[in-house]
Every structure is written in C-alpha cells, then in structure tokens.
C-alpha cells in the first residue's frame, strides 16, 4: 500500500521497517485523539468554504464511528498502513470515495502528530492528577487517624528528634502537592493548540485556528508556526520533568516503607496479600510491590534525561528524530500510575506499630525536649544543651516524654486541612472541565 507522501519509488523494506520502528504500537494510544483533531479540522474546513456542509456531516457520521471502534478496542492500524493518520484516512476513503481524501487540506502530518500527542498527554496528565489526588486523601487520612502515635526521627539515619505517623503520611501528601503544581505548570504548556502550523511554516489556506483551538477546548495558541513544530521535545520534556518528580516523591515514600516493614525498625506491618515470600525462608514476607515501585520510579526519573538526549541541539524545523519521543514518553504515565494505584492501596491498609516509642533505646530522641524545658526555665541554650550532653554521657539522662508542640505543620498542629485546601485550588487551575465539554460537544454526547 502507497503511503501519504510515496509517489513512483518502492521503499526498500528494510528501511521501512527501520523508519517505522515502533510507531504503530504507538499510534494506537494516539488512535481516538487523532479522531478528534480531525473532527475539529475538517468542522473548521467547512467553515472557510474548503468542504461542503454536506461532506462535513457525512465526514463526521464516519468519523464518530472510527471513534466507537477505538473506544471498543476494535481498531488496529492494517499491514502495510505507516501509522494513524494513514489508517483514519483510508478508512474515510473506503466508505466515501475521494470525499475522504479531503480531510487533509490544510494541514500536514507534522501537526497531527503535536496535535495528537498534545491531546493525548491533556487526557494522561488528567489520569495522573487524579491517581495523586486520591493518593494524597489516603495519606492525609491516615495522617488524621494516627496523629498521636510517635515514632523516631532520623538525621543521618541517626535518632534525632521525636516524629509521627500524623507527620510522616502528611509529609508526602504536601510533597504530592507540589508535585500537582509542577504537574499544572507543564499542563499548561501542553494546553495549546499548534494545530495549522503544517510543516512548521504555516499554510496559504485562511484557516481559522482559533476556530480549532476552541472546538477542542485548549486554552490557546501556539502561535508561532516555526515554535510549534519547536515544541515537539520541548513538551514532552516538561512534562516528563513533572512526572519525574511524582516519581522522586513515591520513591522516596517507597523506600521508608520497604525499611520501616523489616525487623530492624518494625514500625509498620503490610497486609499479608501485599508481599512476596521465599522459596526456602519460610518466614519471609517481602516488601516487593514497594521495591519495584521505587525501581520502577527511579527509572521513571531518567526519562527528562532520554528526551532530551533526543532533542538536544537540533535546529528548528522537522527532523525524524522526534518519532524515537513517542516510544520513551506514551508509556510512561501507565508505569507511573500503576505505581500510584499500588502505594494508594497499601498505604490504605497497612498496620502500624503504636508502642515504638515504649523501646528504651529511643530515649535520646528527647534530648532536645529536655534542653528546651531548661531554656524555658532560665538556663541559656548553650549551657542547657552542655548540661544534657553530660547527662548523655554519663548515662544518667532522663527523658521528658511529653511532647507539647503548636507551631505550624508540627507533631501538635499538622495543618493537613491547608494542605488539602491548597491541593485543591491547584487542582481547580487545571481546568479540566473545559477540555471534557469541548470533546463531548465534538462527539455530540
């Protein structure tokens, strides 16, 4: 089968198979969102008078149903077919004869891919918020519930000062927090429309893409033709940095985990049917779902890095490099959000030691506790600190266990209702809203 661009040369096979690669598993993530650009395109088409009413709605009655097979899973790009656009349009040139050959004035494949993975990147970026989101509830739940139950805190993996699961579990849900704005911030570079910049260097058709631009809910323009097709890389790469530090945070939270479960610490316990045993220590439960979340999202850290190993230092303008992005960046939001949905379940429903504290051996954790009661008392600081250390010493050293903190985010005034507060002004910025009403308007649900 002829390609989009082939005139009279066959390409040789293997170099087709080469410059293909992967993009046809690819594309078929991409599959419903290039539907979706082309519905708007060719509403816009109509528009500036280069389709008839009557080719448009016939035009979208076969598209909206090329739709509802990818939503079945119905639809796979045919042997011999390059990728999604080709299939979409030989589908439309089968069931309608040259009116289907239309659908492609006005624009090249260079701007169906940006449009295409920008629409599909809107959509994962949706399902990774939400995954945090949720994620952050548990961790602020379990906050509230075990608030009071002290556990050590470390410093150089040394005991330093008295902590608490209220402190721990809240810790990362504000650093998910965070993670949530940086996630906004490349959500908003994604948000643009670079649909109608064609090769990089625009059209002499009098498109309409702010037309486009609203039919399919993005907050704007790239406006630009040379910097949209610039953009390729660049936003993936953004986003890749946003994931990345979702990824830092579950990593973190993963390896605390993996060294709070062993008997050394055993400050919590994970149910039964979250571990792993082995094949000759019959005592062994395995904190394996923790180990491959952490490995799994320290290698989801590398993929800024592999993006722009691909971009780095090319001029602007089309290169084929690009392609190599797609394989590196689609599977990366299932890989993250696989390891969200596992932590969410097990931190859901761990069990956690309430008498760690009870241990003799964590005495020292007071120490600051008992400086600061002699403060308060009088002595100076740096007499107190000497007067405890030599209490330290000589073993004498008696614990003051009772804890009394008030200032903000600590042991005794943890904040998690701002914490919740700010996530979810955050979470209002995104503006999802606006992208669902466009598609479905599109769809005509």
């Given at each position: 089968?002829?390609?989009?661009?082939?005139?009279?040369?066959?390409?040789?096979?293997?170099?087709?198979?080469?410059?293909?690669?992967?993009?046809?598993?690819?594309?078929?993530?991409?599959?419903?969102?290039?539907?979706?650009?082309?519905?708007a395109h060719i509403t816009m088409l109509e528009s500036i008078g280069l389709l008839t009413k009557p080719e448009l709605d016939?035009?979208?009655?076969?598209?909206?149903?090329?739709?509802?097979?990818?939503?079945?899973?119905?639809?796979?790009?045919?042997?011999?077919?390059?990728?999604?656009?080709?299939?979409?349009?030989?589908?439309?040139?089968?069931?309608?004869?040259?009116?289907?050959?239309?659908?492609?004035?006005?624009?090249?494949?260079?701007?169906?891919?940006?449009?295409?993975?920008?629409?599909?990147?809107?959509?994962?970026?949706?399902?990774?918020?939400?995954?945090?989101?949720?994620?952050?509830?548990?961790?602020?739940?379990?906050?509230?519930?075990?608030?009071?139950?002290?556990?050590?805190?470390?410093?150089?993996?040394?005991?330093?000062?008295?902590?608490?699961?209220?402190?721990?579990?809240?810790?990362?849900?504000?650093?998910?927090?965070?993670?949530?704005?940086?996630?906004?911030?490349?959500?908003?570079?994604?948000?643009?429309?670079?649909?109608?910049?064609?090769?990089?260097?625009?059209?002499?058709?009098?498109?309409?893409?702010?037309?486009?631009?609203?039919?399919?809910?993005?907050?704007?323009?790239?406006?630009?033709?040379?910097?949209?097709?610039?953009?390729?890389?660049?936003?993936?790469?953004?986003?890749?940095?946003?994931?990345?530090?979702?990824?830092?945070?579950?990593?973190?939270?993963?390896?605390?985990?993996?060294?709070?479960?062993?008997?050394?610490?055993?400050?919590?316990?994970?149910?039964?049917?979250?571990?792993?045993?082995?094949?000759?220590?019959?005592?062994?439960?395995?904190?394996?779902?923790?180990?491959?979340?952490?490995?799994?999202?320290?290698?989801?850290?590398?993929?800024?890095?592999?993006?722009?190993?691909?971009?780095?230092?090319?001029?602007?303008?089309?290169?084929?490099?690009?392609?190599?992005?797609?394989?590196?960046?689609?599977?990366?939001?299932?890989?993250?959000?696989?390891?969200?949905?596992?932590?969410?379940?097990?931190?859901?429903?761990?069990?956690?030691?309430?008498?760690?504290?009870?241990d003799k051996k964590y005495d020292h954790l007071f120490s600051v506790e008992v400086v600061n009661k002699l403060v308060l008392?009088?002595?100076?600081?740096?007499?107190?600190?000497?007067?405890?250390?030599?209490?330290?010493?000589?073993?004498?050293?008696?614990?003051?266990?009772?804890?009394?903190?008030?200032?903000?985010?600590?042991?005794?005034?943890?904040?998690?209702?701002?914490?919740?507060?700010?996530?979810?002004?955050?979470?209002?910025?995104?503006?999802?809203?606006?992208?669902?009403?466009?598609?479905?308007?599109?769809?005509?649900?």
């Amino acid at each position: 089968m002829k390609k989009l661009w082939e005139k009279d040369t066959v390409v040789d096979a293997a170099i087709e198979r080469f410059t293909i690669g992967r993009d046809q598993e690819m594309d078929l993530f991409l599959a419903k969102y290039d539907v979706l650009g082309s519905m708007a395109h060719i509403t816009m088409l109509e528009s500036i008078g280069l389709l008839t009413k009557p080719e448009l709605d016939i035009l979208l009655v076969e598209l909206k149903t090329i739709y509802a097979s990818i939503e079945a899973g119905d639809f796979c790009i045919e042997a011999g077919v390059e990728d999604v656009h080709s299939q979409v349009e030989l589908l439309l040139t089968r069931r309608l004869g040259d009116t289907g050959k239309k659908i492609h004035s006005g624009r090249s494949r260079n701007d169906q891919v940006l449009l295409d993975m920008k629409l599909f990147t809107r959509a994962a970026i949706k399902d990774i918020h939400d995954a945090v989101s949720d994620l952050i509830n548990v961790l602020i739940e379990q906050s509230e519930r075990y608030k009071d139950v002290l556990m050590p805190g470390y410093t150089h993996l040394q005991i330093a000062m008295p902590s608490s699961f209220g402190l721990w579990f809240g810790a990362y849900a504000e650093s998910l927090v965070d993670d949530l704005l940086l996630l906004q911030a490349a959500y908003r570079i994604c948000n643009r429309n670079p649909l109608g910049s064609g090769a990089g260097y625009g059209s002499s058709f009098p498109l309409n893409r702010q037309m486009t631009s609203d039919l399919l809910g993005f907050d704007g323009l790239n406006y630009n033709v040379v910097y949209a097709q610039m953009g390729r890389g660049k936003m993936e790469r953004n986003v890749a940095f946003a994931l990345s530090s979702i990824a830092s945070t579950l990593s973190r939270l993963a390896f605390d985990a993996c060294m709070y479960t062993s008997q050394n610490f055993g400050f919590i316990k994970l149910p039964d049917a979250f571990t792993t045993g082995s094949s000759i220590m019959p005592h062994k439960k395995n904190p394996d779902v923790f180990e491959l979340t952490r490995a799994r999202c320290n290698k989801l850290q590398t993929l800024p890095y592999q993006i722009n190993a691909v971009i780095n230092n090319l001029p602007s303008g089309y290169f084929r490099d690009f392609q190599l992005l797609k394989e590196q960046f689609i599977p990366s939001f299932g890989e993250l959000k696989d390891c969200l949905v596992m932590t969410n379940a097990i931190m859901s429903s761990m069990e956690i030691n309430t008498h760690i504290l009870d241990d003799k051996k964590y005495d020292h954790l007071f120490s600051v506790e008992v400086v600061n009661k002699l403060v308060l008392e009088g002595v100076p600081f740096r007499d107190a600190y000497k007067q405890v250390g030599i209490a330290i010493e000589n073993g004498s050293f008696t614990p003051d266990t009772a804890i009394n903190h008030t200032h903000e985010g600590s042991l005794g005034n943890l904040c998690n209702d701002a914490i919740l507060d700010r996530k979810a002004a955050i979470s209002a910025s995104f503006g999802f809203e606006r992208v669902e009403s466009a598609e479905s308007n599109l769809l005509g649900h």
